[in-house]
């Protein structure tokens, strides 16, 4: 018996709508649970082609919790030289974040939005890969670049009015409700 694949479904979107950026970027592509390497370098899987790229930028990382018998990933940053901003926080190189279900991710300009959908495998998985024309990540434009690697805070202060995680890693903006304030926020 077959068992069902985990399925990441992710949206790239990059503000320049240069079609060589995403030229190696396949509809699907099938993994095994090994980690998925994203950058420009030809042993990525995903290959983005951007100057400011690592050739090894970050990579999604497959994992069984203990008593689980399901994949969860974790998103690791594996640049020297940038940062990788997911859900609020800012990874430099060589830390980790586990991802939730909806997760935000922003590197070298590109804005990244990764859904799981779960599965019963836990041999493969399979990423399904959508180009945005438009946004999906709305917040300033240094945070979303490498250019915030030189501040020390991962996140605009409350007192701002920008987006901020909310407790889940979701972005909440102040038009927003509250969480446990009833209605989901909209993406």
């Known amino acids: 018996m077959e068992r069902a694949l985990t399925v990441l479904h992710v949206s790239l979107h990059h503000p320049a709508q240069n079609l060589d950026t995403f030229a190696n970027v396949p509809p699907q592509l099938q993994h095994d649970t090994s980690p998925l390497l994203v950058g420009r370098g030809p042993e990525a899987h995903l290959q983005l082609q951007l100057p400011r790229l690592s050739r090894r930028h970050l990579s999604l990382e497959p994992y069984r919790e203990k008593g689980s018998t399901l994949l969860t990933f974790c998103l690791k940053a594996l640049s020297r030289k940038g940062c990788v901003w997911v859900n ?5 190189f060589l ?46 434009q240094a945070e ?26 979701l972005l909440h903006g102040p038009s927003l ?11």
């Open 88 to 92: 609020g926080l800012t990874l430099r």
């Open 95 to 140: 830390e980790q974040v586990p991802l939730s279900m909806v997760n935000r991710v922003a590197f070298s300009g590109i804005q990244m939005v990764v859904r799981i959908e779960g599965g019963t495998s836990l041999e493969a998985f399979v990423c399904c890969f959508h180009l945005s024309p438009s946004p999906l990540i709305h917040r300033p």
């Open 144 to 169: 979303e670049t490498d250019e915030w690697e030189s501040t020390s805070h991962g996140q605009p202060p409350p007192s701002s009015g920008q987006w901020a995680p909310g407790p889940r890693g």
């Open 177 to 187: 409700p509250s969480p446990g304030g009833g209605g989901e926020p909209q993406f």
